[in-house]
């Protein structure tokens, strides 16, 4: 069974992400388990994807991803005014604050608070981690064969089959 990372293939990464700073943004590495996908379906950013393209178990990679390899410039126009009258009644509201919700189509959306007035709240759609240089550690932890039922979901399962 060929143990190179293709499309096709689940693989199974151990991870640290970190800022321009060095801070540790996001890591699986701590107790973690390996974080599965399905090479060649976008259930990574694709820049992450092309740079484990060919690699094989136990292979580390350090990448840096610039905004727009990553999850783009921040956009001006994802932050927007929203009526208060938007928002439950009584529901306290306060800057700093991730919202989640659906748009009109039914896709989850989330949302930073970034301003609270009496009548209008100011709402951040961008991504939070949209403008920011990506720094990541990348060990390969095991690549194998997808099933013809991830295959056909389009992402990896965990042991057992999947829960959705």
């Known amino acids: 069974m ?25 890591t699986n590495r701590r107790g973690g388990k390996p974080m599965p996908f399905l090479q060649g379906t976008g259930n990574i950013l694709p820049a992450l994807e092309k740079a ?29 005014k929203v009526p208060r009258a938007n928002f439950p009644k009584g529901r306290e509201l306060a800057p700093g604050m991730r919202l989640t919700g659906k748009d009109p189509d039914g ?16 709402v951040d759609e961008n991504h939070p981690l949209a403008g920011e240089t990506l720094y990541f550690e990348i060990t390969v932890c095991g690549v194998r064969d997808a099933t013809a039922e991830e ?14």
Do not use: W
């Open 151 to 164: 295959t056909q979901h389009g992402h990896a399962h965990g042991p057992g089959g999947h829960a959705h």
């Open 107 to 122: 896709r989850m959306r989330m949302a930073l608070i970034v301003e609270v007035g009496e009548q209008e709240v100011t």
């Open 2 to 26: 060929d143990q190179t990372v293709s499309a096709g293939k689940v693989v199974g990464i151990y991870y640290t992400l970190k800022n321009k700073d060095g801070a540790v943004l996001d």
């Open 52 to 80: 484990l393209e060919g690699k094989c178990k136990n292979d580390f990679l350090a990448i840096t991803l610039e905004p727009e390899q990553g999850y783009g410039h921040k956009r001006a126009d994802l932050v927007r």
